[in-house]
């Protein structure tokens, strides 16, 4: 009864706290995101592009993969594909399990990073400043368009700007690494990151190069490597970090005294060993199963011996008496030993990543000119247009001026040599990550939307210091209405009038748009997701049904279109596991080899689009070209059996074969 009396009172002294108030806001608002989300997905039919329908085809082989779990299948998983991390689409997978297949119920699993984000800003605003400034920017992330909108998109930028915010986060709960529990923990957050996407290490490495070097973790290694007598290591001092003075060390009153981080040399070989033999043991379990595939690895058997010493010295750091230098040590070889699941085996993707971020020109033939403006400018224009709309983006202005002139009111030395740590934090996770897309040949605005969340701490922290009570209150609930106006005028189609009013035209004739607006500010279904664009699902369903009246048990559909609506990449995402019977050939990128138009012949329905032939490689488009130049030979041996128009004006063409040759192989 004394304990249940304990804990009666712990849980009326939290719910009489502020805690309990700032945890049922912090629900009630993921609980408004995640509800509109699911009516914006119930809405939306139309799947468009083709990252989107690679990463929900990703989804469903990571489904397939570990309906009956076992190494290989899970090692499958966690190394496939090449060029993207697993991790943000394994809770899909995990989703299908509890809620069924369907898109939807995909794009849905974006509901556990979402509550990371925004209990992570919480948790990042509380330790820096206080539960005001904590609950007011998780508000403000939540309802920046790009975030709102890419929360309902397989796009893995969403992901990656969750693991960030829970990074800085927990880089707070480590304590300048006093805290052996957040450092631990700190560790598993990077290789959580890690797994997401490769940019994360631009967003979080120079804060967590920071705290390494402020925090004096550099010099307390150095002493522990130089020192060797037993007992001469001081223990760590006690007390907090300026990075959150609110925070307490809950770790350092519990840290052992006179104990070293390394064993006395005379012992140190029996615990290695025993470390280096564990680490052995693990990685042939873990690669041994999947040994045939080993050669298709850049690195090949190299990829064994790495991460044997990976896990080797994982094991031997952690292993160590919690102090400053080990803590830190076991961060970083914890995340660096998780991520590298995946890293050491796709090692090749750093040159494709090079190539197309810094390599002259990129994929799509974009360059970078120091001499041109819009270098400079291109994401800041973005953060206005798309990322945070005019008015957010004010109010981010304003605070960090707003902050500066406080800084040097209260020293006139200079603001930089006057910031604090927290201060530092926040700036470096913005500034870093800006500077390296500036200066790369990428130009969309979710490849650096991890950094939004430091605006939006920045933005409640300038807002917050404000004196005047009237002034502040007044700021922050015409950021909040006008944060939910954006929100419903951005996620309902029938808002239309709304949106028209949000364009200002200025006396010089200079459009203003209040709302964002860009290439992921989508409405369910309007604009680019209008559901009349949406026909192969329409055409894939013919098909069949034509299959089975024939009684054909297997028929060929041959693609020679590419565009954001058709294109392999959307049929083979519809087909996965529903068409049975109907093999995909793919024309339009040359995956088959050249000639085509002969091979066109051995197709039992042709799939093809009026206009737009620009991304039709060359051997493809002369293969239409041939088509469409009234071939006798084709147009004997093909009828046209069906037209899909689409809104645009475009139209998708359905050919079916009128006989079958005795020899499919055959050219006419």
């Given at each position: 009864m004394d304990k249940l009396d304990r804990w009666y009172a712990q849980l009326r002294v939290f719910f009489r706290s502020r805690d309990a108030f700032a945890l049922l806001a912090l629900i009630l608002l993921?609980?408004?995101?995640l509800g509109n989300n699911w009516v914006y997905l119930s809405t939306r039919v139309t799947l468009w592009g083709w990252d989107q329908p690679s990463h929900l085809l990703t989804t469903l082989r990571y489904h397939d993969a570990l309906q009956e779990p076992s190494i290989r299948s899970i090692f499958d998983v966690l190394t496939r594909p090449w060029n993207r991390p697993p991790l943000p689409w394994l809770p899909a997978a995990f989703f299908y399990r509890l809620f069924g297949v369907s898109t939807d119920v995909a794009l849905m699993a974006n509901a556990v990073f979402l509550a990371a984000l925004i209990f992570s800003v919480y948790g990042i605003g509380k330790r820096m400043y206080?539960?005001?400034?904590?609950?007011?920017?998780a508000f403000l992330v939540s309802v920046y368009p790009i975030i709102f909108s890419l929360s309902r998109t397989a796009y893995p930028d969403f992901a990656l700007t969750a693991l960030v915010a829970l990074n800085v986060y927990?880089?707070?709960?480590?304590?300048?690494?006093?805290?052996?529990?957040?450092?631990?923990?700190?560790?598993?957050?990077?290789?959580?990151?890690?797994?997401?996407?490769?940019?994360?290490?631009?967003?979080?490495?120079?804060?967590?190069?920071?705290?390494?070097?402020?925090?004096?973790?550099?010099?307390?290694?150095?002493?522990?490597?130089?020192?060797?007598?037993?007992?001469?290591?001081?223990?760590?001092?006690?007390?907090?970090?300026?990075?959150?003075?609110?925070?307490?060390?809950?770790?350092?009153?519990?840290?052992?005294?006179?104990?070293?981080?390394?064993?006395?040399?005379?012992?140190?070989?029996?615990?290695?060993?025993?470390?280096?033999?564990?680490?052995?043991?693990?990685?042939?379990?873990?690669?041994?199963?999947?040994?045939?595939?080993?050669s298709r690895f850049v690195l090949g058997g190299w990829v064994l011996f790495l991460s044997w010493l990976l896990v080797t010295v994982t094991l031997f750091v952690v292993s160590r008496p919690p102090r400053q230098a080990s803590n830190m040590?076991?961060?970083?070889?914890?995340?660096?030993?998780?991520?590298?699941?995946?890293?050491?085996?796709?090692?090749?993707?750093?040159?494709?990543?090079?190539?197309?971020?810094?390599?002259?020109?990129?994929?799509?033939?974009?360059?970078?000119?120091?001499?041109?403006?819009?270098?400079?400018?291109?994401?800041?224009?973005?953060?206005?247009?798309?990322?945070?709309?005019?008015?957010?983006?004010?109010?981010?202005?304003?605070?960090?001026?707003?902050?500066?002139?406080?800084?040097?009111?209260?020293?006139p030395s200079g603001v930089l040599r006057n910031l604090d740590s927290r201060a530092w934090m926040l700036l470096l996770w913005l500034a870093v990550p800006l500077l390296v897309f500036t200066f790369s040949l990428t130009g969309s605005s979710r490849f650096n939307m991890a950094f939004l969340p430091s605006v939006a701490l920045i933005t409640a922290r300038g807002l917050q210091r404000l004196r005047r009570s009237a002034l502040r209150w007044a700021l922050i609930s015409l950021l909040v209405l006008w944060g939910l106006v954006e929100f419903f005028a951005l996620s309902y189609d029938g808002l239309g009038w709304l949106r028209e009013r949000a364009v200002l035209t200025t006396p010089l004739k200079f459009r203003i748009n209040l709302l964002a607006q860009g290439q992921y500010i989508e409405l369910p279904a309007s604009g680019r997701t209008d559901p009349g664009y949406y026909v192969v699902p329409q055409i894939l369903d013919q098909v069949m049904m034509d299959r089975l009246e024939d009684g054909r048990e297997k028929v060929q559909l041959c693609l020679l279109a590419n565009n954001p609506y058709v294109n392999s990449l959307i049929v083979r995402y519809e087909m996965y596991n529903r068409y049975p019977g109907i093999e995909l050939r793919r024309f339009e990128e040359g995956v088959e080899e050249p000639p085509f138009y002969p091979k066109l012949f051995e197709c039992d329905y042709l799939l093809l689009m009026s206009g737009w032939r620009e991304?039709?490689?060359?051997?493809?488009?002369?293969?239409?070209?041939?088509?469409?130049?009234?071939?006798?030979?084709?147009?004997?041996?093909?009828?046209?059996?069906?037209?899909?128009?689409?809104?645009n004006g475009e139209v998708a063409y359905v050919y079916k074969k009128r006989y079958h040759l005795q020899d499919e192989g055959s050219t006419p």
């Open positions: 993921l609980a408004f995101h206080g539960h005001g400034e904590g609950i007011f920017a927990l880089l707070l709960l480590a304590d300048s690494f006093r805290s052996r529990r957040g450092s631990l923990l700190l560790g598993l957050g990077l290789g959580l990151g890690l797994l997401a996407k490769w940019q994360f290490i631009a967003f979080i490495g120079a804060p967590l190069a920071y705290v390494i070097v402020a925090s004096g973790s550099i010099s307390d290694l150095r002493k522990a490597l130089l020192e060797a007598s037993p007992g001469s290591f001081r223990p760590l001092r006690s007390g907090s970090s300026d990075l959150h003075p609110t925070a307490r060390s809950e770790d350092s009153a519990a840290l052992p005294t006179g104990r070293r981080i390394l064993i006395d040399p005379r012992r140190l070989t029996r615990p290695l060993w025993f470390h280096a033999l564990s680490s052995l043991i693990l990685n042939l379990a873990w690669y041994l199963p999947s040994w045939d595939r080993m040590l076991s961060a970083l070889s914890i995340g660096g030993t998780l991520g590298s699941v995946w890293t050491l085996p796709n090692i090749g993707y750093l040159h494709r990543f090079a190539i197309v971020a810094y390599g002259g020109a990129n994929l799509r033939g974009r360059s970078l000119s120091f001499l041109d403006p819009t270098t400079y400018t291109r994401y800041l224009q973005l953060m206005v247009s798309e990322q945070l709309s005019p008015l957010y983006f004010c109010a981010f202005l304003f605070s960090v001026l707003f902050l500066a002139y406080l800084t040097l009111r209260s020293s991304l039709l490689g060359e051997a493809a488009y002369e293969a239409v070209a041939v088509l469409e130049s009234s071939s006798s030979v084709f147009h004997e041996a093909f009828e046209l059996w069906e037209e899909y128009p689409v809104p």
